[in-house]
């Protein structure tokens, strides 16, 4: 069915400035895999916990990319979601050797869907190896930027770049929604977990903002950790955490360990937060090991549903499924990838969380969750900064020595310092070859800054006549 089939046409009331609504319209993409049979599960219940919600489905993911839609997503897709403003989305398989990169990527980026907030809770009676231990806490991973940038080069059959793009701005906008979130669901520590002290300048970025900022929120105690660290120490101590902000690369690895801590990838749920738009969905991928047979847990998308409802201001809903659920675990009913001996279908199971839709689970306390109003962050007006070199790249067979020898003629020509040569990241010392590859980062640096485009062009010129070269880089200094 097409979304406009069943999408009351005018009669979109959630829109804009006015999200709790009701009716709410929800864009609903089944995604692939066993995207089908968990968000069939979650309308199921949603459905019968009566929330007061309107599906308007729509397609994404593998069938649109064989059907030639480059992103994965069609337009009346993008424009469903531009009215309704909040997706429940099943996982979308990205496809290998053909299409873009991601559908999900493009969802994120094309809303601006900047926070992935991936919380981490036991529930009772499911198993995991550290059941016994209290663990509660949220994963706040940074959605656009990094490596997910998506800027690769090849200049050459068998080697490969990927810029990891990180900025002030960004940095700050991902801090900033873990300060408010701490701040809006009492938590009362967060840690930054970072690669900052090897990557210094981008992942250093994302811990000074962290820090300049926590003097805005006294309240909150804010520790930096390094992401190696964290991987540790949630494994050996996750108690000790209460939430985790980190770049978009860590928070996807770091919050697959996290849903291990406590039964695995079918219980963990997420939602992608932008300005205007949200998307909830499940950790998990399309599971296509097991997708068609009923073998799928639809708790993590049960999860993503419930966040949904309470971002909707439905909390009421909220609260009654979650305890259906957790009684549900309590009452030692799972499907079998936690628990393989009683293990339920996805339909059995779905069935048993709706017979106990208006149970209360003992002991058992619903999470929490809410829209973030985020202050305004400002963008970073453009600094000059200056000139004092350039990196170029060039692509050559020759022996260290000669290469060495050749540039430093040029840059010698060119009131440049000697050049400085690395290969594979590692600074060029020695004449040998052993285990070289044939791309080299030549740093030269100018004696009397500023490196101005004359200066740079002179001698991209000169090296053009020795060298194929792939890439130019200014290096530049600020006053920070
Ligand atoms: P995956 O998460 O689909 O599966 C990993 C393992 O966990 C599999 O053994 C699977 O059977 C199991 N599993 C996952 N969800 C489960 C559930 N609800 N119940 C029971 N078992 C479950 O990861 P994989 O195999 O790396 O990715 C498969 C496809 O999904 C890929 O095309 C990938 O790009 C895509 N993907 C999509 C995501 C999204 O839409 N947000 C996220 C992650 C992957």
Redesign the pocket.
Known sequence: MKPSDNYPKGDLKPTDKNPMASPQHITVIA????GQE?VDATLQILDAASAPLNWVHCQAGEACFRNGIATGVPEDTLATIKQTKVVL????????GFGER?A?VYLRKYFGLFANVRPVKQYPNVPSLFKDTPIDLVVIRENIEDLYAGIEYSHQPGIAHSIKLISEYGCNYINTFAYEYAKLTQRKSIHCATKANILKKTEGMMKRSFEQLSTQYPGINAKHMIIDNCAHQLVVNPSQFDMIVTTNMNGDIISDLTSGLVG???IAPSANIGQDVAMF??????????AGQQ???????ILSAIMMCRYIGMDDVADTIEHALAKTFYDSKM???LNPTSALSTNAFTTAVIERLGDTCPGFTPSSFKPIHMPPISTPSIQPGTCHGIDVVIISDHSPTDIAHELNRIATANGCEPVELFNRGKAVHSPEKDQMISQWFCRFTSKHPPFDNHHILKLVNELSEHYHWAQIEKLCTFNE
Do not use: F, Q, R, Y
């Open positions: 995604g692939d895999g066993i968990v989305k099943g996982p979308l398989s990205t496809p290998v991601s999900n695995g990838l079918g969905e499940a950790v998990h991928g399309a599971a296509p090991d097991i073998l799928a847990n639809p708790t993590a998308m499907t079998g990838d």
